[in-house]
């Protein structure tokens, strides 16, 4: 009946091989172990993972290029944020059926302590569950706390945001224009394009694969760029510093058009901006940087959510065996919107 | 460890007593048994409640008045829609682990039959569970098929919406500005007013509490009222009346108002409107007139909530047990869009 059950069978998808490049589905396994759930130490708690996040960053983790963050090792459970149940707790600050954030993996179920850094509960029932991996989640707080510390934007501004379309481009641009920026996308296909314009209210939105990209995105900025948003890297980068005006910030996330690159460390965004004769403020930054102040981002970002003050776009693949393929379509610009695997609805 | 489990503890709330006015925490009772999923007949399936629907329509099957369904008796588990999860299956057309709609009633686990009209398993994985209930469900499907049907809209129309922040008046209005049309809002609290016109773009949106309100709707249509979207009679509706215009359209959907009062069938918005000395074009619908619309309503709702082009926002209840709380507390406003009980999430 309702008893909890000792056993659980835990699925996980490790990095069986060092991507060279693309990844492909050979790089990944998935596992299957049993955890016993009486045997939780004091403070331990067992969750069931729900939804599971996909981000870009995880490709760097596969990497040996240095990061911000230890390389995944042949064999590691592949890193990710996800939103989870509880099914058993030896913890008095967090009880069976409670809903969770952590950093659980790529996996089914797992095991973590109440004092985790990177545990804590659901805190607004009025938003799916699946949006605390996204807007309201670290891609949301990223654009939130990135645009609020490094865009220093002024109304009448031009930024140009790139990944337009994507968790954390939408949710830049729209920031951007509730204060009153003009505000260009850049994203892959013209049906994300006219996402971008049309529901997300950018003024411009212009593909990257077109042929004329450099022109339209010229055309666009008729007052050059005060701020580019730049999570990809690639030719949206070449294209932008060519327009950067006095006094420009260049907030830099991410760069995903180098990251399938084994020789990633050559051409960033960091390298060919500080090249420039007259670079602009510019740097790389991590939403930790900020850890004080997520929790204002957070309640933020939910009630954007609850409101629809602030739109989002999900691609949910079903299942956590369809986490690699997954993935590997986001790092072409496969998905559409913030990529979240359901990895598991209630049957065990 | 994954196998099904042959027992499942069911909860239900059943009507206890029949509401007398104002429904009370006493008119209901949680009953709890045991579902034998190895008792399943060919063709039925058991099916684990996720989010189950509140909707104003039960209060009227709480009643004895007239009404196009027969009335719940003292004991009946009471009616609503859910989404749920297949736990069992003796039916080749659903599996174990599909996400299916149903008419569950206040339960946290049914048995229905492959062949039951209500079933239909959900068809976009990109949207939340919990949409299948309201602006993909029966509320989105009655907004828009009653608003392509029955209001007859054309551009530079005046429509008034009542229940405007509710989870058809919302859709409704959005659908309207859509069209072009000047949409009037008419909801409770001034909070809902303010997310009426800043969040969903209506023209005007004006309390039914405020002394003034006949006033300022008369002020907000200085065209007169071509369309009124009823779905609550009270003062609304006849602040209404006294403004329609020559041609004018009434589409009933409901009068929340009367739906607490033993008397309901006396001063029915029908009643009224056709006491009047010329009366504007009115009706009460069922979404269900438009059966064989549904799959085209649906696509286009689900649609909206992947762009983002319709918005929509959830009060959450957690918990079966909160249900009558929860619709005791919508029937009075307290809910601020779609009401809804996350009955279930994996802990059994």
């Not at 592949?78 to 059926?97: C, R």
Request: hydrophobic share 40%; glycine share 10%.
């Amino acid at each position: 009946m309702s008893n909890a059950k000792p056993n659980y069978l835990k699925q996980s998808i490790i990095m069986k091989h060092r991507p060279n490049g693309v990844p492909t589905l050979n790089d990944f396994a998935l596992e299957e172990n049993t955890i016993d759930a009486s045997s939780l130490k004091r403070g331990e708690l067992l969750i069931k993972v729900l939804y599971l996040s996909l981000d870009p960053y995880m490709r760097c983790r596969m990497s040996l290029a240095k990061s911000y963050a230890d390389p995944l090792q042949e064999g590691d459970i592949v890193t990710g944020e996800s939103v989870g149940v509880i099914l058993a707790s030896k913890s008095e600050q967090y009880k069976v059926g409670q809903t969770v954030c952590s950093m659980s993996g790529w996996q089914s179920h797992h095991v973590t302590h109440e004092t985790a850094p990177d545990l804590y509960a659901t805190f607004n029932d009025n938003i799916p569950l699946s949006t605390y991996l996204g807007i309201v989640g670290m891609p949301g707080r990223t654009a939130y706390l990135g645009f609020k510390h490094k865009a220093k934007a002024k109304s009448g501004e031009t930024i140009v945001v790139s990944a337009a379309s994507g968790a954390v481009g939408a949710i830049v641009g729209q920031l951007a224009k509730q204060q009153g920026l003009t505000v260009i996308g850049v994203a892959g296909s013209q049906q994300k394009c006219d996402y971008v314009t049309q529901q997300l209210g950018f003024d411009h939105c212009i593909s990257y694969l077109s042929d004329d990209f450099e022109d339209k995105l010229t055309a666009a900025c008729p007052k050059g760029v005060d701020i580019y948003w730049e999570g990809v890297g690639g030719r949206t980068l070449n294209a932008v510093i060519t327009l950067l005006n006095q006094g420009a910030r260049v907030p830099i996330c991410g760069f995903i058009a180098n990251y399938n690159n084994a020789q990633r460390l050559t051409g960033t965004p960091m390298q060919i901006i500080a090249a420039l004769e007259n670079p602009p403020e510019h740097g790389f930054f991590l939403v930790s940087d900020w850890l004080d102040e997520y929790i204002e981002a957070s309640e933020f970002l939910a009630q954007s959510v609850v409101e629809g003050s602030l739109k989002f776009r999900e691609s949910m693949a079903v299942g956590l065996e369809s986490a690699p393929s997954a993935f590997i379509g986001m790092l072409s610009g496969k998905n559409f919107g913030k990529q979240v695997v359901r990895v598991s609805i209630d049957v065990e």
